[in-house]
């Protein structure tokens, strides 16, 4: 990586498989969602001879367009893999949804990667989501180098967007090109280092590959850039290991640029420097900068840590690294559907070679709260693919550090692949929770069965997503990360043949005797043969939340039998269960038999069931109903710029505050009991009153009675 824009591409020809990890890059593109992404990588397929010619987000023909939700939203919603040879190095680009709403995407994307290259538009703010991500890359040391750009947009401003990515990343982020204009227009990058031009000359008549001429710069190219070239140096010497750098460069000496080269590679492979590069994808300009930065500067596998590995007993397996030759362990990023071959995983092999026709355990362990079941079993692997966006290019084999597709197993996202001899689990990523709930039916009886399937399908792709049957209500709830992400997975049931329709959310109350009550319950019937005999008469009292039900039998004489007191409870329970009022269960409530009558011949458990029934239902019509909703504690973490927002927020919300603590880096915890009426979008609502930066959990707390 030197500033001199050499290519080096192989044109024209596809991804081949490498048999060494070191020839391997794996890069993750994210950004806020309309940053670039997506043109951006067109770009580079084009200029790399890829694809024939770009496609556009508004004709959902680029290349991570394959999902129909993606050309219905005009935006990625999906993790989509597109692999380039640039010189002998195939670099695997993960082209990750900006919008929030698929920030399980983008988990898949950084765990499948080893590097992230942030793409920010020369012509908009940077969001604070982009921030805070940039913030977590940082945690786990994860190597970054920026990409200004849409300098093609009329509102482009390189010093203004370079200047806000050092605002918001930190004065590491330097620029390693900067823009040449001619007349105004973006006509090449000059490389700082080496004071060359990559001149793209005329795009109009271009045809792809696009290939810039290199050439000296000239005076006026040169002119004004000398202080920017200074702290560029001064920035990659301050990270160099050799300590006397500094101090000889300071002292007038003339440091080599093949040092100052090597030290610059160095440092951006560590994650401690962080070059930057202006393009214009839809002229083709900079993606020959864009390829040396990821080939030269970024890491390969070998060079990146392994997530934590465990065998099926939990113990954890040592020494473990990137190694073609080691034990086989991988793991699966992306599950998708293929009309023709069924599920198809994306694989990243941390591990060993993945080869056609072996035997493999797939292991899947953490994630049953989301509808995905615990599950070990041993396959046979059939085919591998190399997955070129929404194709898939047959491969002889995969080795460590890698990504490939592998078609008809049954692992889902999230789950390990390994060795059968030698099982293993990778420790699960980072999951974000839904908290949106959006509740769906069947539009008849005739397609519940196809609405399972379907949903299986979706689910099994998604861990982002969790299916819930609410037990109290009945409801089938698709818990989702926002509107975005529930209308994507309503479109992928729907075109899978599903007839559904979306219902209000009905909150889980219930119901309480408010004052105590006593009633009597009267069940005769004479119909001929033997009849129904029962009476009782019961006394209720409300207890305190969370007090749960207690049945007390003060019959005194015998007139009723033991048996058939036992009977009564079990009437009473089953009348709290369907409800007294409005259909919810009731709760806390201390229920005493005290007395009743009963018939020699006539009496029986279910008579006196139904009296017992009777008898609740009798003192709740005499006693005031008290309904009680769900109450959640709620915590909620935002920048300390949006806490007195949020904190009003949460007094509409009929909330109770129980207290705020800072979080670090600007960031403050406020925690706080919500109703959980008050939460059904709240996962919504809080990203735009925070500007997309706050984020919450929930935990179910107590009932507490509806205000009235």
């Given amino acids: 990586m030197s500033g001199r824009g050499t290519n080096g591409s192989a044109k024209g020809s596809g991804p081949v498989a490498v048999n060494r990890s070191e020839l391997i890059r794996n890069v993750a593109l994210v950004g806020h969602s309309g940053a670039g992404k997506t043109i951006l990588l067109e770009a580079i397929l084009a200029s790399t001879g890829a694809i024939a010619r770009m496609g556009t987000i508004a004709d959902g023909t680029t290349l991570s367009a394959s999902d129909p939700a993606a050309v219905h939203q005009q935006r990625s919603v999906t993790l989509s893999l597109a692999p380039v040879m640039s010189e002998d190095v195939k670099v695997n680009l993960l082209d ?71 605002a918001a990343f930190g004065e590491s982020v330097l620029p390693l090109y900067v823009p040449v204009t001619h007349d105004g227009a973006l006509t090449g990058l000059l490389g700082l280092l080496t004071r060359t031009v990559s001149d793209y000359g005329d795009r109009s008549a271009a045809q792809a590959p696009l290939q810039p001429e290199m050439r000296p710069g000239r005076p006026e190219e040169l002119a004004g850039w000398d202080e920017a070239r200074g702290a560029l140096i001064e920035g990659i010497i301050a990270e160099s290991e050799d300590e006397t750098l500094m101090d000889r460069y300071l002292g007038g000496e003339d440091i080599g640029l093949e040092t100052i080269i090597g030290d610059l590679e160095n440092a951006v492979a560590r994650g401690s420097f962080f070059p930057v590069v202006p393009t214009s994808a839809l002229e083709g300009i900079g993606t020959a900068e864009v390829l040396e930065v990821l080939r030269r500067g970024f890491p390969s596998p070998a060079e990146h840590a392994l997530p934590a590995v465990a065998d099926l007993d939990g113990k954890p397996v040592k020494g473990l690294r990137c190694d073609p030759d080691g034990p086989l362990v991988g793991e699966v990023v992306r599950t998708t559907v293929d009309p023709f071959l069924g599920r198809v995983c994306l694989v990243r092999l941390f591990s060993g070679t993945l080869r056609e026709d072996t035997s493999v355990h797939v292991a899947g362990h953490g994630l049953e709260d989301r509808g995905h079941p615990d599950h070990d079993a041993d396959e046979r692997l059939g085919h591998l693919y190399t997955p070129f966006g929404a194709s898939l290019q047959a491969a002889p084999f995969a080795v460590a550090g890698d990504l490939c597709a592998v078609a008809r197993l049954s692992a889902e996202t999230g789950d390990s692949v390994s060795a059968r001899e030698a099982p293993m689990i990778v420790a699960p990523w980072d999951m974000p929770e839904p908290l949106m709930p959006v509740a769906i039916e069947a539009a008849s009886h005739g397609d519940e069965d196809a609405l399972a399937k379907s949903l299986a399908k979706v689910a099994a792709g998604d861990p982002t997503l969790r299916v819930e049957r609410n037990p109290e209500t009945h409801q089938l709830v698709l818990w989702c990360m926002g509107e975005a992400h529930a209308d994507v997975v309503l479109d992928r049931l729907r075109e899978q043949g599903v007839k559904l329709q979306t219902v209000d959310v009905v909150t889980p109350l219930r119901e309480t005797f408010a004052a105590p009550a006593a009633g009597h319950g009267r069940h005769v019937k004479q119909s001929g043969g033997h009849g129904q005999y029962a009476i009782c008469d019961i006394e209720v009292e409300p207890l305190a939340r969370g007090g749960g039900f207690e049945f007390v039998d003060r019959i005194v004489g015998g007139v009723i039998p033991r048996t058939y007191v036992e009977s009564v409870e079990k009437g009473v329970r089953a009348q709290m269960a369907r409800g007294v009022a409005e259909g919810f269960p009731v709760v806390d409530i201390k229920v005493t038999l005290v007395g009743g009558k009963t018939h020699s011949v006539d009496s029986s458990d279910a008579a006196f069931q139904a009296a017992g029934a009777l008898a609740l239902r009798e003192a709740a019509s005499a006693a005031r109903i008290q309904l009680l909703e769900p109450v959640s504690t709620v915590t909620i973490s935002v920048p300390d710029d949006y806490v007195g927002a949020v904190m009003s927020d949460l007094s509409a919300r009929r909330g109770r505050l129980t207290g705020t603590v800072s979080a670090g880096g600007e960031f403050t915890d406020i925690s706080g009991e919500v109703p959980d009426a008050e939460l059904l979008r709240y996962a919504v609502d809080l990203r735009g009153l925070t500007a997309g930066t706050g984020t919450f959990r929930r935990e179910y707390l107590r009932h507490e009675p509806v205000a009235r």
């Fill in 96 to 166: 990750t949804p900006g919008y929030v709403d698929f920030v399980g995407e983008l988990r898949a994307g950084l765990r499948a990667a080893d590097a992230a290259l942030f793409v920010v538009s020369a012509a908009e703010d940077i969001d604070a989501a982009t921030t805070a991500l940039w913030g977590e890359c940082e945690r786990v040391g994860m190597p970054r180098a920026v990409v200004i750009s849409k300098l093609d947009h009329p509102r482009a401003d390189y010093d203004a967007a370079l200047a806000r990515c050092q």
